[in-house]
């Protein structure tokens, strides 16, 4: 029987750069951040989405954050590739909101950017008509405010399912990892977008899937494939797991032509990697 094991994951940081110290004013919200779950949709399935408020330890101490669905980070969406889905977005924050689904080659009307698509306002909704064409991963998060929103929680990932069986190597599971950093001050995340130049900062503390205290658990003699994404606002990072040996499989536009062992994977800002752990047996 196969033993089961906890791992840390290391995030080495690869650009070190000063980070600001400002203020972040949010709403009162009693809401704690629930566990991020995995939804399955079907062809033609219609989904609610919604981003509000919530409150999640960090540093030990309560923090005001924001997240889709209360989760951070939101749900994992997995969908079969060629299907076609609608998300039925609400805005349940005190500021504008637009849902960009990051990578996707969707209409141009559904790609919630200020370039084609009004800010959605407090209160307000939209209703996003997705396809997925390709295979891979591929992420959702705001394209208004998001220096505040995204850094504060406001991500989830589309897992694309290929037609092709064996469109990547075989694996024992799948799980989904956001690499992202928070400014604490004092004890408290602080943020001002409006003192940002070029709508960056660096944060003091590295959060794997929206928490300072990350851990996974996997069998030994078993293939683990991490979809690794970087939601960072301005932040490389230099991703490995000490004592795994892990093979680079794909990236940003599905499956590499030939995979190739790495000892680490860096990823720039919003930049995804296909990464298959194994995990000895000794």
Do not use: C
Not at 34 to 56: G, P, Q
Not at 110 to 119: C, F, R, T
Not at 132 to 158: I, K, M, N, S
């Amino acid at each position: 029987m196969s033993k089961k094991i906890t791992f840390s994951i290391l995030i080495f940081i690869v650009a070190i750069g000063s980070y600001l110290i400002f203020g972040n004013k949010l709403l009162n919200q009693n809401s704690v951040a629930k566990d991020t779950t995995v939804v399955t949709l079907k062809d033609k399935d219609v989904y609610n989405l919604t981003a509000s408020y919530v409150t999640k330890i960090i540093k030990g101490k309560e923090q005001k954050m924001l997240a889709y669905n209360d989760s951070i980070p939101g749900p994992t969406i997995r969908i079969q590739q060629g299907s076609e889905i609608t998300i039925n977005f609400k805005n349940n924050t005190d500021t504008p909101q637009l849902l960009h689904s990051h990578g996707v080659r969707m209409d141009n009307q559904y790609d919630g950017s200020q370039m084609v698509q009004k800010e959605i306002p407090a209160g307000g909704s939209f209703t996003y008509k997705l396809k997925f064409p390709d295979a891979g991963v591929y992420w959702y998060h705001p394209h208004a405010g998001e220096v505040v929103g995204q850094a504060l929680g406001l991500y989830g990932a589309f897992v694309v399912e290929p037609s092709n069986p064996d469109y990547f190597p075989k694996v024992n599971e799948e799980q989904t990892l956001f690499l992202s950093d928070v400014p604490v001050v004092n004890g408290v995340i602080s943020i001002n977008a409006n003192d940002h130049a070029l709508m960056g900062h660096y944060g003091n503390v590295m959060l794997v899937n929206g928490s300072d205290t990350y851990s996974l658990s996997a069998l030994q003699g078993e293939v683990m494939r991490l979809y690794v994404i970087n939601s960072a606002n301005v932040r490389p990072f230099n991703f490995a797991i000490s004592g795994a040996k892990m093979k680079l499989v794909g990236g940003d536009n599905g499956a590499y032509e030939k995979a190739t062992f790495v000892n680490s994977v860096v990823l720039a800002p919003s930049e995804r990697a296909i990464i298959d752990v194994y995990f000895p047996t000794v």
